[in-house]
C-alpha cells in the first residue's frame, strides 16, 4: 500500500510524536507513505481568514499539484491540515469555475492540479485499508483493561460530514483501540471542540473548552485519552496543569496520538512510542503495558 | 342452512403446555355438542390446514371455530371461501400470553373462550352481499379547477367513466387565473407555467364528460347508485354516478375585514389574487414590495387557521418581483414561514435571490407621497422596525373552504320524549348549506364539517373521507394546503372512489371494516318511529319517510352497527352481528358462585384500537387479571344496553367499555361511537342504583393501541374497586 | 440587542456588500433557526451567534457586525457547517467576515494579530513556525500581550522541556520563489473576481 504524505507544519515542531509514531506504525503495518516533495503550509484554519478562501485554496492546491503525477491517494495526519487539503480538493472537483481560476495562478509555478486524487486521513487509513482484524493480529501486547477516552476532536469527522464516520457521535477510533485491546470508555464530549488555535490570542477558551473535556473523560472512567489532532493534543496536554490551576482540579490525564498507544501495543521502540514529547507523563498509566522511556 | 360445526384446537404456540387440551375438547363436544373437535400440534402450517381442508370437502363442515391465536393474525391462512362461516377462539394472546400455565383460573378462562365462540357461530349466518340494480362505477367530480382536473385525469386515467361539474362557464378555477405556478416537480425551486391549458386538454382527450356553467340541483340515492340532478343554461341533466369527488375549492378571505393592515384605505395595498392578476395582466412596475404573511390567518379574530398555501403562493410572487427586476427590493413578513416538504427548496431558492424575510408582527402600515411605510415587530432582532418607500403591499389573505358559506342547520327542536326525560342528547354534526351537492340525506343536504366550514372526517386515519360514505374530499375545500398536496389530494380521493364503486359492486363495506358484506337489517313492524337510528348513524345512512319509518341505504353503510346499538327495540341486526349473538355469548360464559370467590368482569373491546392494544398486551407477555373475559365489538357505538342487563342478571361484578378516544382529536374510527356508548351508559345508571346496583360496576374508559402496556393496570385498579364493592348482589338469583 | 425604542431601519446597502464576498451569499439562505447558535462551542463568549450575526448584516447594521468578536471566537470546529440545515458553509463565511473586518480597519482583536502573523509566517517562509508566529503576534499586540504571555510562561517551559517547541524554524519551502508568484496571481485573480 503506497500513499502520498503530507506531513504538515506541526509534524516538524509540536507534534513530533504524531510524525515518529505515524512512520513506525505505517511500517509495521506495511503502508509505504512517501512525503509530497517540498510541500507547504496549507493555511490552516487561518489564513482564510486574512486573504480569503482563495489563495489559501490555490496554496494549498500547490501540495496536490505536485502529488498529482504519482496518482496516489494523499494521506494527512493533522486533522487541520485536512481539512484544508480535503475541502480545497473538493472544490477542485466540483468547482470547474474556481479550477480554472486557480490553475491560471498554479501556472505560475509551473503547476496545475485536476482533482484527481483522493485525500486522506492517516486513521481513515488504517481503519479502511488495514481494517481492525490486521491491526489485531498485529497487536504483540495487547492493551487489556487500559480504558481509553476517544478523542476524535472536530474536523477529523466534520470536514467533510459524514465521509468517514458519524459527525455527531463517531465510533470508529474507539473500535480500533478495541482491537488494541483497550476498552473505549463513554465519552459524550468526544466531538466536541478543544478551542483549537485560540491557544494564543484567548487562552481562557481553550482552558474552557479543555476543562469540560477533562469532566467527560473523567466520568467515563478514561485513564488516557487518544486523539488523531495535533492541535487538540497540544491544547489538553499542555494545559492540562493550566487547567488544574485556575479551575483546581487535579487532573492527570496522559494525552496521547493514537498512533502512539499503537505503537507501545505493537511493541516498537521508544522512539516510535514518543512518549517523551507526553507533557503529562504517561509513564505510570501505561506502566504495565510496556510504555518505555 | 344446516350447521355442520367443527372445532379445531391448536396446541401449538405454547397452548398445548399451558392447557388442559381434553378438557377444551370436552367443552366442545359434550357441552356444546360440536360436529367435530380434533387437535393439531401446528394448525396454521400446511398439514393443519389440510385436516380443515378436508373435513370441508369430505366430511361436510360449513362452520369452523379455530381455537389458537387472535383473529387479527392468519386470517388468509384460515379462510375457507365465502360459504364457510369461520369463528376464531383467542386461546393464545388473550389467554396462555397473559396468564400462568397450568392454572385453573387459565383454564377456565380458555374454556369460557371456547364456549363464546361455539354460541357466537351458532348465532350467525353467512352475509348475504347487497347489490344495487343498475349499479355505476362512473365518478363525478365537482369543481374544475387545479384539484378537480387532476381528480377527473386520474380517475379517467384508471379506466373510469368521468363526470366533471364546474359552475363558471370555463374549467380551471383559481388556479386557472394565475400567472405561473409554483413548483410541482424537483427541483422545487423554479417557477413553472402555468398547468390549467394543458390539464385542461387533457381532461377532455382523456374523454372526461364536462359540464360548466352547471350546478348540482339535487343528488339522491348512495355509492353505486347516486342519481344527481345537474343544472345547466337552465335545463337539467340526470346522471348516475358511483361515488363523487368534492373538489370545489376555497375562496380567499375577504379582505375588507383586514382594515387593521390598511386594506381599503390605501389603494396600493392589495390582495395576492389582485397582485396575481396584475402581474399576469403585465401591470405590475413596482420596484420595492412587501408581502405580510397570515393577513386574517392565525388569528383568533379572522380564521383561527393557517391557510397552508399563501407563504407559498407569497414566495411564488416574490419571485415574480425579482423575475422582473433583480435588484428589487422585496420583504417578507412572517410570523414562520410554512413552506412545507419540498417547498423548503422554493423558499430557499426565493432567499438566494435576494428576498429578505423578516419574522415578525406588523404594528402599522402608513403611507405619504403614495409610497407605504411598514412598522414591525421584528421578532429575530427583539426590536421594532420600521421599512418605507414600499410601491405595494400585498396581503396574503388566506383560504376558506366554498364548503363553508351558507346558513347552518340547527338541530331539530327536540323530540318531547327526549326532552322530558331529561336524557343527555348527542349532538348531530353540524352542516352548512352550501349548495354544492344538495344531499337528498335526512341528516342535511350537504357533507358535515370537521372544523372551521372544512368537511373532512379523521384527517390521519382516513384521509379524503367525509362522513357520507361514497363522497371525498379533495384539495382546499377539504384542508388548507398547497398546489403539490391538492395533487396528491386529487389522486387519493379519486382513488378512494374508484375503491368504493368497486366495494359496492360486490357488497362489500369501504373502509374500515372493508370486505364486511353484511350490513343491518331492520325488523320494520316493531319499529316505534324513535328516530334514534336515522339520527345517530354517524355517516347518515339511514332516511326517513314522511311517518319516520327509517329507510335504509344499505350502500352508505359502513358497518360499524351503531344504530343497533342505538335502537331501543333492538330491530336491527346483521346477519353475523346481533344484540341476541352477543348477548348469548354473555350468558355462555360461567360465572362462579359467590362462594367460589371467583369474580368475573366482563369487558366490552372495540375491535378497532382496543383488541389489537389487547393483543398485544399478550405479545408483551403483560400478566393481568383471570377474572376478566372480553368480547369484542365493531364499535361501542354499537353498544345495546341490554348486554349490561344480561351480565348483570348472569352475576358478573363488573363490566368496563374499551373504546376510543373521543373529543375534538376523536380517534374513533366512527367518529363517536365511544362518546354514544358513554352518553347511553349515563341513562342506565339510575336504573342500576335503584336495583341495589352500584353504577359504578360499569364504566367506560379509553385505550389507545398504543396503551397496551397501561391494560393490566387499568384491569387491575377496576378489580379493586370491584372487590370493595363486594360481588354483585344478582349472583344468588341465579 | 437594540434596547431602546428608536425603530432600526432595514438598509440593505451594507448586506448586499457581505453578500458579495467569496462565501457571502449563503448568508441570504439563511432561515434563523438558531442551531449554529447552539452548536458553537464558544458561543457564550460571542457579541452575537452566528444566527444574530446573519441577522445583523441584513438589517445593515455595519459596525456591530464589524466590531463584533463573533467571527474572531470561531474555532472552526465546523459544528455549526455540519449541522446547518440550510447548508450554510458557516466557517468560510466567518473567514469572508474576518477577512473583510481586517480590510476596512476592523482589527481590535488579538485574534486578527494573530492571523496576520501567521500569513507573515505562511508568506515569508512557506510554512509555519510556532516561534515565528509568536514573535510576529507579540510585535503587532505590543507589550502588555507579553506580560499575559509571562503568566502562562510555565505552560512554554513546558513545551520546551518536552521537545515541543524547537528554538530554530524549518527550512523554507525550497520552491519559495515560484510559491510566491502563484500568491501573486491568485491575489490579482481574486481582486479581479471581485469586480
Ligand atoms: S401559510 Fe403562511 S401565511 Fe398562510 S396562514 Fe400559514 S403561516 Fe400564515
Ligand atoms: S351500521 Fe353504522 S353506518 Fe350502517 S346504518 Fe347503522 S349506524 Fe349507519
Ligand atoms: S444553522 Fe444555518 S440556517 Fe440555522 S441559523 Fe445558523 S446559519 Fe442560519
Known amino acids: ?293 | 342452512m344446516e350447521k355442520k360445526i367443527a372445532v379445531y384446537i391448536c396446541t401449538g404456540c405454547g397452548i398445548g403446555d399451558a392447557l388442559d387440551v381434553d378438557a377444551l375438547s370436552n367443552v366442545a363436544l359434550k357441552e356444546y355438542k360440536a360436529d367435530i373437535c380434533k387437535t393439531d400440534a401446528f394448525l396454521c402450517g400446511k398439514d393443519g390446514v389440510a385436516v380443515i381442508k378436508n373435513d370441508i370437502e369430505n366430511e361436510g363442515v360449513n362452520t369452523v371455530v379455530v381455537a389458537g391465536c387472535s383473529s387479527r393474525v392468519n386470517a388468509d391462512v384460515f379462510n375457507f371461501g365465502p360459504n364457510v362461516i369461520v369463528e376464531r377462539a383467542n386461546l393464545r394472546e388473550q389467554v396462555i400470553w397473559c396468564h400462568p400455565a397450568d392454572d385453573e383460573d387459565t383454564q377456565m378462562l380458555a374454556e369460557d373462550y371456547i364456549r363464546m365462540a361455539l354460541v357466537k357461530q351458532k348465532n350467525m349466518n353467512l352475509p348475504e352481499p347487497y347489490q344495487v340494480e343498475n349499479l355505476s362505477k362512473t365518478i363525478m367530480v365537482v369543481g374544475g379547477g387545479f384539484t378537480g382536473l387532476t381528480a377527473a385525469l386520474e380517475s379517467a386515467k384508471a379506466g373510469y367513466r368521468t363526470v366533471l361539474v364546474e359552475k363558471e362557464d370555463k374549467l380551471g378555477g383559481y388556479v386557472g387565473k394565475m400567472y405561473k405556478q409554483v413548483p410541482l416537480k424537483p427541483p422545487f425551486t423554479d417557477l413553472e407555467e402555468n398547468c390549467i391549458p394543458g390539464l385542461v386538454k387533457a381532461v377532455e382527450e382523456a374523454g372526461v364528460k364536462v359540464y360548466t356553467s352547471a350546478t348540482i340541483a339535487k343528488t339522491a340515492g348512495g355509492p353505486g347508485m347516486f342519481d344527481v340532478t345537474i343544472n345547466q343554461n337552465g335545463g337539467t341533466v340526470e346522471e348516475r354516478v358511483g361515488a363523487i369527488v368534492l373538489a370545489t375549492g376555497a375562496r380567499p378571505y375577504d379582505a375588507s375585514k383586514l382594515a387593521h393592515l390598511g386594506f381599503g384605505q390605501y389603494e396600493n395595498v392589495i390582495t395576492q389574487s389582485a397582485f396575481e392578476e396584475m402581474v399576469a395582466a403585465g401591470n405590475m412596475e413596482a420596484g420595492k414590495v412587501a408581502f405580510i404573511q397570515c393577513a386574517g390567518s392565525r388569528d383568533q379574530e379572522h380564521l383561527p387557521y393557517c391557510s397552508a398555501a399563501c407563504c407559498v403562493e407569497s414566495i411564488k410572487q416574490a419571485l415574480y418581483v425579482k423575475e422582473k427586476n433583480p435588484e428589487a427590493n422585496v420583504y417578507v413578513y412572517y410570523k414562520d414561514i410554512r413552506s412545507n416538504g419540498q417547498y423548503e427548496h422554493f423558499y430557499k431558492k426565493a432567499q438566494q435571490a435576494g428576498v429578505i424575510f423578516i419574522k415578525g408582527d406588523v404594528t402599522a402600515i402608513t403611507e405619504s407621497d403614495g409610497q407605504l411605510a411598514i412598522e414591525a415587530d421584528d421578532k429575530t432582532m427583539g426590536t421594532t422596525s420600521e421599512a418605507d418607500e414600499f410601491d405595494l403591499v400585498v396581503l396574503a389573505n388566506g383560504m376558506v373552504p366554498t364548503a363553508a358559506f351558507g346558513e347552518m342547520i340547527e338541530e331539530e327542536a327536540e323530540e318531547e320524549a327526549a326532552a322530558a326525560a331529561d336524557e343527555p342528547k348527542v349532538v348531530g354534526p353540524t352542516i352548512i348549506k352550501s349548495n354544492m351537492l344538495n344531499l337528498e340525506y335526512r341528516q342535511g343536504p350537504e357533507l358535515p364539517e370537521l372544523k372551521y366550514g372544512f368537511p373532512d372526517s379523521h384527517y390521519i386515519c382516513f384521509p379524503y373521507e367525509t362522513r357520507r360514505t361514497g363522497i371525498y374530499a379533495a384539495g382546499v375545500v377539504r384542508a388548507p394546503m398547497d398546489m403539490l398536496s391538492a395533487m396528491e389530494d386529487a389522486a387519493g380521493a379519486a382513488l378512494k372512489a374508484v375503491q368504493c364503486v368497486e366495494a359496492t359492486a360486490k357488497g362489500e363495506a369501504v373502509h374500515p371494516r372493508s370486505g364486511d358484506m353484511s350490513f343491518p337489517e331492520f325488523n320494520m313492524n316493531r319499529c316505534t318511529q324513535c328516530k334514534r337510528c336515522t339520527e345517530e348513524c354517524p355517516f347518515g345512512a339511514i332516511n326517513e319517510d314522511e311517518k319516520a319509518n327509517p329507510l335504509p341505504n344499505p350502500t352508505r353503510c359502513r358497518r360499524c352497527g351503531t344504530c343497533m346499538g342505538a335502537c331501543p327495540e333492538r330491530i336491527i341486526s346483521f346477519k353475523n352481528y346481533s344484540v341476541p349473538m352477543i348477548g348469548n355469548m354473555v350468558k355462555a360464559i360461567e360465572v362462579p358462585e359467590e362462594l367460589d370467590e371467583k369474580p368475573r368482569i366482563l369487558v366490552f373491546a372495540c375491535e378497532n384500537d382496543a383488541m389489537p392494544a389487547l393483543d398485544m398486551a399478550g405479545i408483551n407477555r403483560l400478566q393481568y387479571n383471570p377474572w376478566v373475559r372480553i368480547i369484542p365489538v365493531r364499535c361501542l357505538g354499537s353498544l345495546n344496553l341490554v348486554w349490561i342487563n344480561d351480565a348483570m342478571a348472569k352475576g358478573f361484578d363488573g363490566v368496563l367499555l374499551m373504546g376510543c378516544k373521543h373529543g375534538d382529536d376523536y380517534q374513533c374510527h366512527f367518529m363517536k361511537g365511544s362518546e354514544l356508548a358513554e352518553i347511553r351508559l349515563s341513562k342506565i345508571s339510575e336504573t342500576l342504583n335503584r336495583l341495589g346496583l352500584e353504577s359504578e360496576r360499569v364504566r367506560a374508559t379509553t385505550v389507545n393501541i398504543m396503551d397496551y402496556d397501561k391494560i393490566p393496570a387499568m384491569l387491575d385498579e377496576f378489580a379493586e374497586e370491584l372487590e370493595e364493592l363486594g360481588p354483585n348482589p344478582m349472583k344468588d338469583f341465579q | 440587542m437594540e434596547q431602546n425604542n428608536k425603530p432600526v431601519k432595514y438598509d440593505l446597502t451594507f448586506a448586499r456588500e457581505i453578500y458579495s464576498l467569496e462565501n457571502g451569499s449563503y448568508i441570504k439562505q439563511c432561515m434563523q433557526c438558531g442551531m449554529c447558535a447552539i452548536s458553537c462551542a464558544t458561543r457564550e463568549i460571542m457579541d452575537y451567534s452566528p444566527r444574530q450575526l446573519f441577522n445583523l448584516i441584513k438589517l445593515g447594521k455595519k459596525d456591530e457586525v464589524l466590531q463584533a468578536n463573533t467571527m474572531w471566537h470561531c474555532t472552526s470546529c465546523c459544528t455549526c457547517k455540519a449541522r446547518c440545515p440550510r447548508g450554510v458553509p458557516l466557517v468560510d463565511v466567518m473567514h469572508d467576515l474576518k477577512k473583510y473586518a481586517i480590510e476596512n480597519g476592523y482589527a481590535d482583536y488579538p485574534q486578527a494579530a494573530f492571523y496576520k502573523a501567521f500569513w507573515s509566517e505562511v508568506a515569508g517562509r512557506g510554512k509555519v513556525f510556532e516561534g515565528g508566529v509568536t514573535g510576529r503576534y507579540y510585535l503587532i499586540r505590543g507589550l502588555d500581550e507579553v506580560k499575559k504571555a509571562m503568566d502562562m510562561k510555565d505552560v512554554g517551559i513546558n513545551m520546551l522541556k518536552h521537545g515541543r517547541l524547537p528554538l530554530l524554524p524549518p527550512k523554507k519551502v525550497k520552491g519559495m520563489g515560484n510559491l510566491k508568484k502563484i500568491i501573486r496571481k491568485a491575489q490579482e485573480l481574486q481582486r479581479k473576481e471581485a469586480r
Not at chain 1, 193 to 200: E, V
Not at chain 1, 262 to 282: C, E, G, R, T
Request: proline residues 5%.
Open chain 1, 1 to 293: 500500500m503506497k500513499y502520498s504524505f503530507y506531513p504538515g507544519c506541526s509534524m516538524e515542531a509540536t507534534a513530533q510524536a504524531n510524525l515518529k509514531s505515524i512512520e513506525a506504525v505505517a511500517s509495521a503495518l506495511d503502508i509505504q507513505l512517501e512525503e509530497i516533495p517540498d510541500w507547504n503550509c496549507c493555511g490552516a484554519t487561518v489564513v482564510s481568514g486574512v486573504v480569503g478562501d482563495f489563495i489559501q485554496q490555490v496554496m494549498t492546491g500547490r501540495n496536490l499539484a505536485i502529488a498529482e503525477p504519482k496518482g496516489q491517494d494523499v494521506v494527512v495526519g493533522c486533522s487541520s491540515c485536512y481539512l484544508s487539503l480535503a475541502v480545497t480538493n473538493k472544490r477542485f472537483k466540483e468547482d470547474e469555475h474556481f479550477r480554472a481560476l486557480a490553475n491560471q495562478a498554479l501556472a505560475e509555478g509551473g503547476l496545475k492540479y485536476d482533482g484527481t486524487l483522493r485525500v486522506r486521513q492517516f486513521l481513515e487509513v488504517v481503519i479502511n485499508d488495514v481494517g481492525f482484524d490486521k491491526v489485531a493480529r498485529r497487536v504483540k501486547r495487547p492493551l487489556k483493561g487500559l480504558k481509553v477516552a476517544g478523542y476524535v476532536g472536530c474536523q477529523t469527522v466534520r470536514a467533510i460530514p459524514y465521509e468517514f464516520d458519524d459527525p455527531e457521535y463517531p465510533v470508529l477510533m474507539d473500535r480500533l483501540m478495541e482491537a488494541l485491546g483497550a476498552t473505549a470508555t463513554e465519552f459524550p464530549m468526544k466531538a466536541r471542540c478543544c478551542g483549537s488555535s485560540q491557544t494564543i490570542p484567548a487562552t481562557d477558551i481553550v482552558i474552557d473548552c479543555a476543562r469540560k473535556i477533562f469532566d467527560s473523560a473523567a466520568a467515563g472512567g478514561a485513564q488516557v485519552i487518544v486523539t488523531p489532532c495535533p492541535m487538540c493534543q497540544l491544547n489538553l496536554d499542555a494545559y492540562q496543569q493550566r487547567v488544574n490551576q485556575l479551575h483546581g482540579t487535579s487532573f492527570n490525564m496522559p494525552v496521547l496520538f493514537f498512533t502512539q498507544l499503537m505503537a507501545i501495543a505493537f511493541d516498537l521502540a521508544p522512539d516510535a512510542q514518543a512518549l517523551k514529547y507526553n507533557i503529562v507523563s504517561p509513564y505510570e498509566a501505561l506502566a504495565t503495558y510496556g510504555a518505555s522511556k
